[in-house]
């Protein structure tokens, strides 16, 4: 019988085309949708945790309030011995110090005196460690353009366009000009090692990277750094043990009334991230529900339309002796069969130009300016295993509840009048 | 031996419900059929030839008395009853054709018989039997909008005669073809009928019919008014 529907639907191209065709297109959407939005969230998500908030992150409450200007007079002090328990404490995660500041970077001319300045905001971070993640974490040994990763103290990392510019070169001084943890000025000089591009305007206008180290001494902030964050060994976030994390860490300073005392947050408490990390998790629902919302309509009434051609061999059945409920279940059985059809043309095209996508990105560069978030310019799709059954979701459903519903007609029909119905 | 009806009518009436009130189509018929018949309900248009077939073919019900069709009586089967006594025991023939457009003339009348459930092998047997009763072997894997109307409806017969049916019930089956090929489907009918004793019943108005019955049943206003044997001229 199986067989015999086959037949029909390789045949009555009326029966098969166009429904194959609205599936193939809903299924290759929702396929190529899931694998962009799973794209574009997770590297969202990724930036923002590498870049700025770790998966979790540990601050003074005071920094923690004003988080946006990273004012280091409010910063973790004594943070050696803070690391030193944090990993005793929670060995899943690798915690790193990092300090954030702004200042002015001076470009000096072959007499000493300033040739250009420019606005830069820096980091600190650890370069020199061995075996530290840091530089790949930020993706900093692709995104140099000239040079190389700073190698002793003194050494700094300046951004591409800054040194394009205002014509700066590899092994050129470069003074920045800061405020201490204590509020006064202070002035360092540095040696430009390399320049980067990170692909993110708010980094590539005027940035300074430089170890840890330096900026302690820099900065005026012996053993102290603005945050302390942790990364997930495993490489990826799992909220729900971050969400463990800090509230044990947070539990061990809940007597504390100290505004100095520090506070851990996860990744979802970064302003925005939540929301995007909760639409991440719904989002393939989303774009299912959707894509099997409208195919319905459509099959459904390509369902009525194939129904009305197809009432003659209905009634005949029926004066054949086959059952109501027999020819309903075959016409699922077709549906079944077109909606997988149609399900494995959709995933194979999707699949294509998701795997496009995963691969070349779209240049978004100009039409995000992430509001206060870092947002990567290039956004690529990033293909899962769900990729792979996920078009079929919506493919059998709508092919499937759209004939279902075109099929009640098969029920009102009344044998009594068939004969009458049959001579036309 | 005594032959048994497999068909009683008893006091059959039935009604339509027409606006208010309700028209009597068929009214008191008392009927018998047996085995081997070749039967013509015969009678103006409105008559209830067709309403008549219709009861029979277990697709409608009486009103009041009592259909009984090989032991099974008509108003107290369910839906899944009267499907099971039309796959097995009963088939029609219509004035058009009524054939799967997609499916060649092989497939359409094995179609029949996988609603049977019958195995494969014996199937290929009884399809190519059957299309060779209607002499349509060298079709076999036409498509019906390839087959001229007298093609088509020796294959609807071939489909309806492949599950070797108790009893044909055929409404004006040949209203819509020309005297030969009239003539060449009614001497297939009538040698099935004779070969495989299988019980026909028309409905018609067709002279040419007449010819090859050897029962009259002539209808009118809803009853029988004249119930005759008779020798059929064509033999
Ligand atoms: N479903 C129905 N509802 C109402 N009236 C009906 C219905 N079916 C049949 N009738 C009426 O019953 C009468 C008998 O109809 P039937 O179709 O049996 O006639 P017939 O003898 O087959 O006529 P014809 O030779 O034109 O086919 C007609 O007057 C018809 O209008
Ligand atoms: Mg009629």
Redesign the interface.
């Known amino acids: 019988?199986i067989q015999?529907l086959f037949?029909?639907i390789i045949?009555?191209k009326n029966r098969s085309v166009l429904p194959i065709l609205v599936i193939s297109l809903g299924v290759f959407l929702t396929v190529l949708g899931s694998a962009w939005f799973k794209g574009v969230f997770s590297d969202m998500i990724n930036t923002n945790a590498n870049f700025t908030a770790g998966h979790v992150r540990v601050m003074t409450r005071a920094y923690a309030e004003n988080v946006d200007q990273t004012p280091n007079d409010l910063a973790l002090v004594e943070v050696d011995q803070l690391i030193n328990d944090l990993d005793n404490q929670f060995p899943d995660f690798e915690w790193v110090k990092r300090t954030h500041f702004g200042g002015l970077l001076d470009v000096p001319n072959e007499e000493g005196e300033t040739r250009a300045q420019g606005m830069a905001i820096g980091q600190g971070i650890d370069f020199f460690s061995p075996g530290t993640h840091e530089p790949e974490r930020m993706n900093i040994p692709s995104s140099i353009v000239e040079g190389k990763l700073p190698g002793q103290p003194g050494e700094a990392l300046i951004s591409d366009d800054f040194a394009k510019r205002f014509k700066v070169n590899i092994g050129d001084p470069i003074t920045l000009f800061g405020s201490t943890m204590y509020g006064g000025m202070a002035f360092t000089n540095f040696t430009v090692c390399g320049t980067v591009r990170f692909g993110m305007r708010a980094l590539d206008r005027g940035a300074i990277l430089i170890d840890i180290s330096d900026a302690q001494i820099a900065l005026d902030m012996a053993d102290a750094a603005g945050e302390v964050l942790g990364f997930q060994k495993s490489g990826n976030y799992d909220e729900e043990r971050a969400l463990q994390v800090k509230d044990a860490f947070n539990a061990q300073y809940a007597a504390d009334s100290d505004e100095f005392a520090p506070v851990m947050q996860r990744l979802n408490d970064q302003a925005f991230l939540g929301y995007y990390l909760d639409l991440a998790k719904y989002m393939s629902s989303i774009v299912i529900f959707i894509f099997v919302l409208a195919m319905s309509i459509v099959l459904w009434n390509t369902g009525l339309l194939g129904g009305l051609r197809r009432y003659?061999?209905f009634?005949?059945r029926?004066?054949?002796?086959?059952?109501?409920?027999h020819i309903y279940g075959s016409l699922i059985t077709e549906s079944i069969i077109i909606g997988t059809i149609g399900s494995v043309v959709g995933t194979i095209f999707g699949l294509a130009a998701g795997y496009y996508l995963q691969q070349h990105g779209i240049d978004m560069g100009s039409a995000m300016q992430g509001g206060g978030m870092m947002l990567p310019t290039v956004f690529k799709a990033r293909i899962g295993p769900e990729a792979f059954y996920i078009g079929f979701i919506p493919g059998l459903i709508s092919m499937v509840l759209g004939n279902a519903l075109a099929g009640i007609a098969i029920y009102r029909r009344q044998?009594?009048v068939?004969?009458?119905e049959?001579?036309? | 031996m005594e032959n048994p009806a497999i068909i009683t009518i008893d006091k059959l009436i039935k009604r339509f419900p027409v606006g208010n009130g309700e028209f009597t189509a068929l009214n008191n018929i008392n009927l018998q059929f047996k085995k081997g018949e070749f039967t013509g309900l015969v009678g103006p248009s409105g008559s209830g030839k067709?309403t008549l077939?219709?009861i029979i073919?277990?697709?409608?019900?009486p009103t009041e008395g009592i259909v009984t069709v090989l032991d099974h009586s008509i108003a107290k089967l369910t839906?899944?009853q009267?499907?099971?006594?039309?796959?097995?025991h009963?088939g029609?023939i219509?004035?058009?054709y009524?054939l799967?457009p997609?499916?060649t003339v092989y497939?359409n009348v094995?179609?029949?018989l996988?609603?049977q459930h019958m195995p494969a092998a014996e199937r290929r047997k009884a399809v190519l039997d059957a299309l060779e009763w209607v002499g349509l072997t060298d079709k076999i894997n036409s498509k019906p909008p390839q087959l001229s109307g007298g093609e088509g409806q020796r294959v609807a017969i071939a489909?309806a005669m492949v599950k070797r049916p108790a009893i044909m019930l055929a409404?004006?089956p040949t209203a819509n073809l020309d005297s030969k090929n009239s003539h060449h489907i009614l001497q297939t009918m009538k040698r099935l009928n004779e070969e495989l004793q299988t019980t026909f019943i028309f409905a018609t108005h067709d002279e040419k019919v007449m010819g090859y019955l050897n029962r009259i049943i002539s209808l009118e206003d809803g009853k029988v008014v004249k119930d005759e044997q008779v020798v059929p001229a064509k033999n």
């Open positions: 019988m015999f037949k029909g045949r009555d003659n061999e009634g005949m029926l004066a054949m002796g086959e059952e109501k409920r044998t009594a068939l004969t009458k049959l001579s036309v | 067709t077939l219709n073919g277990s697709l409608d019900t839906h899944k009267s499907a099971q006594l039309r796959n097995k009963l029609f219509f004035q058009t009524n799967f997609v499916y497939e094995e179609f029949a996988l609603l489909r409404d004006e």
